[in-house]
Structure formats: structure tokens, C-alpha cells
């Protein structure tokens, strides 16, 4: 195992401004509706996976991963912590989301008690995938965010970046304690099968749910642009299916997809949000 990039925890407050939360996308509310609902995933998600890593620390015997996972965690750490601000935000404006996150609670406490440390892994690495594809598509398409408000945007594009610095971190674990043979690439292939297709039978309908409850279900209009958003131009979710395909390989590593190049934005990132929080407290 060879270690990538060093994760770094970062300490950074969005504070997302509650009066925008149901439309600050640059595409109007029902593409808003369709990034406030990936959020209500986070905190119990990134809790489960910080979780599922811990189980394994003491198989690790290489002290470069070792102080990658502290970091991993402390990043996951951050990253529900920013969403459980941001998420609240959606229940003081009506929306359903703690009911949604109760849901998911209940889910992954289930996977918790009911399947193996090994299974729980791998659905943990599985996920990651598919947040670091998500994330790699957001940074390379600045059309998908561009233009929104400056503090969801910026929690967004960091929320990426970190997605980025991490996304190998609990794939080297799992490979640590389970190898690279035919057993681990069963392993990891079905969780990635059943992981995005148990989240995205949450997700769509919590979508369509909270779509409606800003009074955008029968907008014609805006599905049509949420349907172009996905699928078409700028294609969120069109362009991750090949990269989702690729976990399949059997010698595959998340960093086969090499996007460092953008951690490079990480910099003036921390600076926009520092401005930012100097101007809110003006």
C-alpha cells in the first residue's frame, strides 16, 4: 500500500445562511432541492463510515495510514458537523429532513447491528466511492455549482475537495485487513451494488418529497431542468457512471482516478471562507 496524499482535518465554518436554504442553487429550487437532499445523508453517513474504520485501527500496522485515518475521521467529522447546521436550517423552513434522517439513522443502525464488521467496511469504502466520483464531477464542472450562493457553494466545493483528499484512506484500510484477491473483490463489488442502489431508493423519493413541500412538484419546468442537470448538460450523474463502472476492475484504486490537481483550489478556498466569515461578522 502506498499512501497518495495525506488527508489534513480543517476546522472551517460555513454558517449557510437560513433565509436561502430552500433556493440558493443557481438552477432555482428543485435542483436546490436535489443537493439538500444528498445533505440530509451526511452526519449519520460519515458517522457510520468514521465507525466502520475504527473497527479496523488495530490491524493497521504501516504509521502513514495510521495518521491518514486520524485525519480521515477528523475530516468526517467536520463534514456532519457542517451538514447538521445546514440540515437544521432545512427543518426550521419546513422541510421533512429530520424525519428523512431518522430513516437513515435507523438503516445504518440496522447494517450496524446486523451485518459483520466486514460487510459494514465495505459498504463504507463503497460509499466512498461513490461520494469521490460525485465529488470529482463536481470540481471538474464548475457549471453545477457556479453562481449559487457563496456559502452553499463553498461548503459544497470544500465538501468535495475533502471527498478528494480522502477517497483512498478506508479503501487502503479494507485492502490492509482483506488483500486484493477474489474474496475482497467480491466483497466490495456487491456492497457497491446494493450501497447505491439502497441510496438511491432513499434519495429520489425524500427528493421528490421535498420538492413538493416548496411547492415545486408539478413544476414542469423545473424538472425539466433538474432532468438536464443530471443527465444532460452539465450531467451530474451521467458522467459518474463510467467512473462507477471502473471500481469494478479487479486491480482497481480510487486514486486510478487522478484528480489531485484540484486540491490545489484548497488554499484559496480557506481564504474565500475566512473573507466571507469577516464579512458576515461586520
Do not use: C
Request: charge should be negative; charged fraction near 25%.
Amino acid at each position: 500500500m502506498k499512501m497518495h496524499i495525506m488527508p489534513v482535518r480543517r476546522n472551517l465554518k460555513f454558517h449557510v445562511p437560513d433565509e436561502q436554504v430552500l433556493n440558493w442553487h443557481n438552477w432555482g429550487p428543485t435542483v436546490t432541492q436535489f443537493f439538500n437532499t444528498l445533505s440530509l445523508f451526511f452526519p449519520e453517513g460519515e458517522r457510520f463510515f468514521i465507525n466502520s474504520v475504527r473497527k479496523y485501527r488495530d490491524r493497521i500496522d504501516d504509521p502513514e495510514l495510521q495518521e491518514a485515518v486520524r485525519h480521515f475521521i477528523g475530516q468526517e467529522a467536520m463534514h456532519g458537523r457542517e451538514h447538521e447546521d445546514y440540515n437544521q436550517k432545512m427543518v426550521e423552513a419546513g422541510l421533512p429532513v429530520d424525519t428523512q434522517e431518522l430513516i437513515v439513522t435507523k438503516l445504518l443502525d440496522a447494517v450496524s447491528r446486523y451485518l459483520p464488521d466486514s460487510m459494514q467496511l465495505a459498504a463504507t469504502v463503497a460509499l466512498e466511492h461513490l461520494t469521490a466520483i460525485l465529488a470529482d464531477v463536481l470540481l471538474r464542472e464548475p457549471d453545477l455549482i457556479d453562481g449559487s450562493d457563496p456559502a452553499y457553494q463553498k461548503l459544497w466545493h470544500w465538501h468535495a475537495l475533502e471527498e478528494t483528499e480522502h477517497k483512498a484512506v478506508a479503501f487502503d484500510v479494507f485492502e490492509t485487513v482483506f488483500g486484493r484477491g477474489l474474496k475482497a473483490w467480491l466483497l466490495r463489488s456487491s456492497a457497491l451494488v446494493l450501497a447505491t442502489t439502497i441510496f438511491f431508493a432513499l434519495f429520489y423519493p425524500f427528493y421528490l418529497i421535498n420538492t413538493w413541500k416548496v411547492g415545486q412538484l408539478f413544476n414542469l419546468k423545473g424538472w425539466w431542468q433538474s432532468f438536464r442537470f443530471q443527465w444532460l448538460s452539465p450531467g451530474g450523474l451521467r458522467r459518474v457512471i463510467l467512473p462507477w463502472l471502473d471500481w469494478f476492475k479487479p486491480g482497481f484504486h480510487p486514486w486510478d482516478h487522478d484528480n489531485r490537481e484540484y486540491l490545489a483550489e484548497m488554499d484559496q478556498l480557506i481564504g474565500d471562507v475566512e473573507g466571507y466569515q469577516k464579512d458576515q461578522a461586520a
